[in-house]
């Protein structure tokens, strides 16, 4: 079983930025789609963001769009979220995924997840 490890979670003041790391280990996997959820108090877990194995045909919350940035370095089996102009709406746990699923958008798309890492945005 893959697993997957969230770290740079944090307390941050509105507007600023941080960047969250994914890292996978375990057994090898065949090219998955990786994606980046986040789930607040009283919520549902919601997507927010997922790049493709070849790291093109990235997709966005359209709330985090030009604020969010996802990518990955396969070679290091690492996946990252950098997330920038943060507002008080982002504070969530943020969890990565990975899976095979064709809607990108779904959590059921994802077979493998981290145990994720807090997100707080507040002044």
């Given at each position: 079983q893959v697993q997957l490890v969230e770290s740079g979670g944090g307390l941050v003041h509105p507007g600023g930025s941080l960047r969250l790391s994914c890292a996978a280990s375990g057994r090898t996997v065949n090219n998955p789609?990786?994606?980046?959820?986040?789930?607040?108090?009283?919520?549902?877990r919601e997507f927010v963001a997922a790049i493709r194995w070849t790291g093109t045909n990235t997709y966005y919350l359209d709330s985090v769009k030009g604020r969010f940035t996802i990518?990955?370095?396969?070679?290091?089996?690492?996946g990252y979220l950098q997330m920038n102009s943060l507002k008080p709406d982002d504070t969530a746990v943020y969890y990565c995924?990975?899976?095979?699923?064709?809607?990108?958008?779904?959590?059921?798309?994802?077979?493998?997840?981290?145990?994720g890492t807090q997100v707080t945005v507040s002044s």
């Open positions: 789609v990786m994606g980046w959820f986040r789930q607040a108090p009283g919520k549902e990518s990955r370095d396969n070679a290091k089996n690492t995924a990975a899976g095979w699923g064709a809607n990108f958008y779904s959590r059921t798309s994802y077979n493998y997840w981290g145990q």
